[in-house]
């Protein structure tokens, strides 16, 4: 399931400095090491603490957690949609991913000096925010005057398309984003090849300092995130950029007891990966035995022979039935003979949708 979330960010917001986070968090995993796929590409395992349960139960001989890639993006100023500075390279690689995580600098470090001169995180959202729509805006004129003529011939999908294309340019020339437009199901479809970059889920990732990790309600930069964000329709994650390149370097124990140290529950690395996982409409199954515990990454609606062929092409070919039983019902019974005598363990068909947290066994024939 190669599925990827991009690292945006003005320059000195700690965009850098999170992705160095993430490939060391990446690097201490034994089951999936942190590997580059590209430079600017790294692999990081989905925390799940059901995972931890269940080798507690079935005591396998390797454990194997899913993984989630974050691809981090070329550097933007303004003018990037005109080519400024790494501006097209920018464009294409934001075009690759799937999900957009938005770094904003919440932290005032004389230090460290802010592009625009002073720390302004509503402005660094817009900044990016309008090279995005104004790349939109380009890709929707070009497009634009071709279906016009097709829907004044009548032709259906080129009369839904310049529809569509007539609510985007709109939006975009009121520098609104594609995500603010609403669009009917035929119309998504219709400008679906068009890949527009504010089409992308967002996630904002507030930067704070060290000192404002644990009181970030009283930082007022953050206050500004979380309205623009509510307005958005977006989620966001304040992190500590700095604290979490230094939780990377730690081993498991270490970096509970630092955690501890320091009054945090969990990583601010966690809390990302997790909420960039679900922004894209993931979830997790497990394949469960003696042999091997392991967690797979689906996309949610996804139907049981689609999810078998995650694993193997040949389990989805040959699929017959999935033995299913929810992470929930097998805990509660201790163990899966527990479970199937309390009824909990199903027979599941071709039509059977694939919950988050179900532990499955697929039958097939090739």
């Not at 080129?158 to 294309?165: G, I, K, P, R």
Request: aromatic share 6%; net charge negative.
């Amino acid at each position: 399931m190669a599925l990827t979330t991009g690292i945006v960010g003005l320059p000195n917001v700690g965009k850098s400095t999170l992705f160095n986070a993430i490939t060391q968090a990446g690097a201490e995993s034994a089951n999936y090491p942190f590997c580059t796929i590209d430079p600017n590409v790294g692999i990081v395992n989905v925390p799940d603490s059901r995972l931890d349960k269940l080798t507690e139960m079935y005591q396998p001989k390797q454990t194997i957690p899913t993984t989630f890639e974050f691809t981090d993006i070329a550097g933007l100023v303004k003018g990037a949609s005109k080519g400024e500075g790494l501006g097209n390279q920018f464009l294409a690689n934001i075009r690759q991913v799937d999900a957009i995580s938005h770094v904003v600098r919440c932290f005032e470090d004389k230090n460290i000096t802010h592009v625009s001169g002073k720390v302004d995180p509503i402005d660094d959202i817009e900044t990016i925010n309008l090279e995005l729509i104004l790349a939109d805006l380009e890709s929707v004129n070009k497009r634009i005057d071709r279906v016009e003529k097709l829907a004044k011939q009548k032709d259906k999908e080129a009369v839904v398309e310049f529809s569509a294309l007539s609510k985007l340019k709109e939006a975009f020339e009121n520098e609104q984003t594609a995500r603010s437009v609403e669009l009917t199901e035929d119309e998504l479809h219709a400008v679906k090849h068009l890949n527009l970059l504010t089409q992308k889920p967002v996630l904002y990732v507030a930067n704070v300092s060290e000192e404002d990790v644990l009181s970030s309600e009283d930082n007022q930069f953050v206050k500004q995130v979380k309205a623009f964000a509510e307005k958005d329709g977006s989620e966001v994650v304040v992190i500590s950029a700095k604290i979490e390149s230094e939780i990377a370097e730690l081993d498991g124990e270490e970096k509970k007891a630092f955690l501890e140290e320091l009054g945090i529950e969990r990583s601010g690395l966690d809390q990302l990966i997790e909420k960039a996982y679900h922004l894209l409409g993931l979830a997790t199954y497990f394949t469960a035995g003696e042999k091997e515990v392991r967690a797979w990454t689906f996309r949610q609606g996804m139907k049981a022979p689609e999810a078998a062929g995650i694993i193997h092409t040949d389990f989805e070919r040959g699929f017959i039935r999935a033995e299913v039983v929810s992470y929930e019902d097998l805990v509660a019974a201790g163990s899966l003979a527990g479970a199937k005598e309390k009824g909990k363990l199903r027979l599941e068909g071709k039509d059977y949708v694939v919950q988050d947290g179900d532990i499955i066994h697929f039958r097939f024939n090739v």
